[in-house]
């Protein structure tokens, strides 16, 4: 498992965290929230647990007041998307700590100007933007590991869609399943490349040199709340009143 951006975001964040220790960190059934003592939150998509007991996390018990350090390097290991996961929302929580780059938060699929002479690849299933593009005409693929959501290709399937696409969305949880560069490996050429979704790290940075030139992720303004909506099952939907869904462009 190749964990490239996962790496170079924990380089990036590691001077940043010095002191900061973790005050709460709730693994719910849909996403995963970590606070900071400075009350800045972030979150991630929660791993599918493959555990042959009731114990999902092996380290749970132990997070809540650890150095924020510690938890952000969970993000490179190799063997437990559970820990990845708890990576990538801390990850989220020190970036919410920093200063913003310049963002955007207008609809980022609008902003791409497809048109009918487009072909679009879609890497995880983003239900609600769906329809929207299917309207533009253009020829659309979906890439999705679970069959269950039906008209969509599998991996293996959608090579060929993903080599020769123009504008290719991507799932954020890509960091979480360890799928991602092998997924950006995987594209041809395309013009636009967006990492989309509330577990997608708003660090430009962090893929500088990659084929991404968007990525579109959120920032928790209301962490009580948030911590509330995950702890009890919540998704998106239920999250989004206490998120900022924001935009910002790779570089170089």
């Known amino acids: 498992m190749t964990l490239t951006i996962q790496k170079r975001l924990v380089d990036l964040l590691e001077p940043q965290a010095g002191a900061v220790v973790v005050s709460d960190v709730r693994i719910g059934l849909g996403y995963t929230a970590v606070l900071l003592q400075s009350g800045h939150a972030g979150v991630a998509w929660t791993a599918k647990s493959d555990s042959a007991c009731c114990t999902h996390f092996k380290e749970a018990g132990t997070l809540t007041g650890r ?123 395309p013009r636009a490349v967006v990492l989309l979704g509330p577990s997608s790290p708003l660090c430009p940075d962090a893929f500088t040199g990659t084929p991404v030139t968007h990525v579109a992720g959120s920032r928790v303004h209301n962490a009580e709340a948030l911590l509330r909506v995950v702890s009890e099952g919540g998704g998106t939907l239920l999250m989004k009143a206490n998120l900022d869904f924001e935009t910002v462009l790779v570089t170089g």
């Open 67 to 189: 150095p924020a350090i510690e938890l952000l390097r969970m993000l490179t290991n190799e063997s437990s998307a559970m820990a990845r996961t708890v990576g990538l929302a801390t990850a989220n929580a020190l970036l919410a700590s920093l200063p913003s780059p310049p963002a955007s938060r207008d609809d980022v699929i609008a902003t791409l100007g497809i048109t009918p002479e487009d072909r679009v690849v879609m890497i995880g299933h983003f239900a609600p933007i769906i329809a929207q593009i299917r309207k533009i005409g253009c020829r659309f693929d979906i890439i999705e590991l679970n069959s269950h959501h039906g008209d969509t290709l599998t991996p293996e399937q959608g090579r060929e869609a993903m080599a020769h696409c123009t504008v290719a969305i991507v799932t954020g949880t890509s960091l979480i399943n360890g799928t991602c560069d092998e997924v950006l490996a995987g594209l041809g050429q």
